[in-house]
T-cell receptor, first 115, second 109 residues
Framework: DGGITQSPKYLFRKEGQNVTLSCEQNLNHDAMYWYRQDPGQGLRLIYYSQIVNDFQKGDIAEGYSVSREKKESFPLTVTSAQKNPTAFYLC??????????????FGEGSWLTVV | KNEVEQSPQNLTAQEGEFITINCSYSVGISALHWLQQHPGGGIVSLFMLSSGKKKHGRLIATINIQEKHSSLHITASHPRDSAVYICAVRETSGSRLTFGEGTQLTVNP
């Protein structure tokens, strides 16, 4: 079945460590996105990529990094510079940039806790 | 003030009741999405609409572009409808989505 796979589902990180969240899609989508969700807040955009080897910062990119070396993969690294990384992270994709009228598909999310 | 406001924040209903969740926005948009977030966290797209009304099973979504308002209705609600429902808008000027904070719906048997 086509879809978006995020891993791991749950991750614990010690302060000062970098961690990488995986996002893989087999929908042949060009655009991929990373969102962060905190209690009582709407999803906020961290980074997005409209095409392979290209990505742009979203609204809260500080302390995060991404790569898009393959069309199907868009990993997110939460670096030690991110001051408050404990959150729920969602990866998403769409056929083309959203202004083209395409719907968006989400993964199941990853819970990151800093201990 | 958020660009996308949802009401109510929390809603508890009895099985069988008709449910309405509202979404108001303050920017010009090209489309509005209604999403459903399951207790485990995964999100499913329910509707994408830019005008009028769409229906899928017991779910109905309407939008009034002039009033900058959309509603999601659930008829004959069921406990399995319990989830967070999220409104998101795609602004006319860009390719990003702006999300509301979500409405937590609980349907009791």
């Amino acid at each position: 079945d086509g879809g978006i796979t995020q891993s791991p589902k749950y991750l614990f990180r010690k302060e000062g460590q970098n961690v990488t969240l995986s996002c893989e899609q087999n929908l042949n989508h060009d655009a991929m996105y990373w969102y962060r969700q905190d209690p009582g807040q709407g999803l906020r955009l961290i980074y997005y990529s409209q095409i392979v080897n290209d990505f742009q910062k979203g609204d809260i990119a500080e302390g995060y990094s991404v790569s898009r070396e393959k069309k199907e993969s868009f990993p997110l690294t939460v670096t030690s510079a991110q001051k408050n990384p404990t959150a729920f992270y969602l990866c998403a994709s769409s056929m083309a940039p959203l202004f083209s009228g395409n719907t968006i598909y989400f993964g199941e999310g990853s819970w990151l806790t800093v201990v | 003030k958020n660009e996308v406001e949802q009401s109510p924040q929390n809603l508890t209903a009895q099985e069988g009741e008709f449910i309405t969740i509202n979404c108001s926005y303050s920017v010009g948009i090209s489309a509005l999405h209604w999403l459903q977030q399951h207790p485990g966290g995964g999100i499913v797209s329910l509707f994408m609409l830019s005008s009028g009304k769409k229906k899928h099973g017991r779910l109905i979504a309407t939008i009034n572009i002039q009033e900058k308002h959309s509603s999601l209705h659930i008829t004959a609600s069921h406990p399995r409808d319990s989830a967070v429902y999220i409104c998101a808008v795609r602004e006319t000027s860009g390719s990003r989505l702006t999300f509301g904070e979500g409405t937590q719906l609980t349907v009791n048997p």
